[in-house]
């Protein structure tokens, strides 16, 4: 089936730094893929879709200029939680729509740890 | 704003027994997924259901969509040890809106 790598797995980072998160479609070419944030034995949150070659479309109270999405190939999309902060720690995972568009894979996830 | 509400939060069966989760949400919805987590795992996309009143079905799995497209439940018929996880809804209007999750416990 097909399959979604994310990288990288667990990352810490200072207070201030940006950190990047890649999602890889590795089987297949995913126009369109998806960013979550989950905190521990929350549910899943949808930050913002991002659609390869045009702007991520982001959820309501998703800051735009906070998580910036790039989605610059049909098999990657990433990531960058800038200026980080403590409270932007979670767990977060993307996820691409599969080529027949009726079902989506998801990657294994990426802890973020901010200290 | 746009809530979703999902029921029961935790469900402990003995393998065998059927179990169903309940969404609700607040307003009309244009789609709703569901998802199922395993422990210490990552989601994993099961359905979409789109149709006023839809019915799906996967072997054990039943999806059904309200006529009104503001209630949806997943029921499964005679519970495996397999079927243990976290089974999420997730609500599309203007936004997609995740249900806090039902956490399903099989008993063997």
């Known amino acids: 089936g097909a399959v979604v790598s994310q990288h990288p797995s667990r990352v810490i980072c200072k207070s201030g730094t940006s950190v990047k998160i890649e999602c890889r479609s590795l089987?297949?070419?995913?126009?369109?893929m998806f960013w979550y944030r989950q905190f521990p034995k929350q549910s899943l949150m949808l930050m913002a879709t991002?659609?390869?070659?045009?702007?991520?479309?982001?959820e309501q109270g998703v800051e735009k200029d906070k998580f910036l999405i790039n989605h610059a190939s049909l098999t990657l999309s990433t990531l960058t939680v800038t200026s980080a902060h403590p409270e932007d720690s979670s767990f977060y995972i993307c996820?691409?729509?599969?080529?027949?568009?009726?079902?989506?894979?998801f990657g294994e996830g990426s802890w973020l740890t901010v200290v | 704003g746009q809530q979703v509400m999902q029921i029961p939060q935790y469900q402990h069966v003995q393998e065998g027994e059927d179990f169903t989760t309940y969404c609700n949400s607040s307003?009309?919805?244009?789609?709703i997924q569901w998802y199922k987590q395993r422990p210490g795992g990552h989601p994993v996309f099961l359905i979409q259901?789109?149709?006023?009143?839809e019915v799906k079905k996967q072997k054990r799995l039943t999806f059904q969509f309200g006529e009104a497209k503001k209630n949806s439940s997943l029921h499964i018929t005679a519970t495996q040890t397999t079927d243990v996880g976290t089974y999420f809804c997730?609500?599309?209007?203007?936004?997609?809106?995740f249900g806090s999750g039902t956490q399903l416990t099989v008993l063997p």
């Open positions: 996820s691409a729509l599969g080529p027949s568009g009726n079902t989506i894979y």
């Open positions: 089987d297949f070419q995913a126009t369109t």
């Open positions: 991002s659609n390869e070659g045009s702007k991520a479309t982001y």
């Open positions: 307003t009309t919805l244009s789609n």
């Open positions: 259901l789109v149709k006023s009143g």
């Open positions: 997730a609500g599309r209007r203007r936004q997609l809106t």
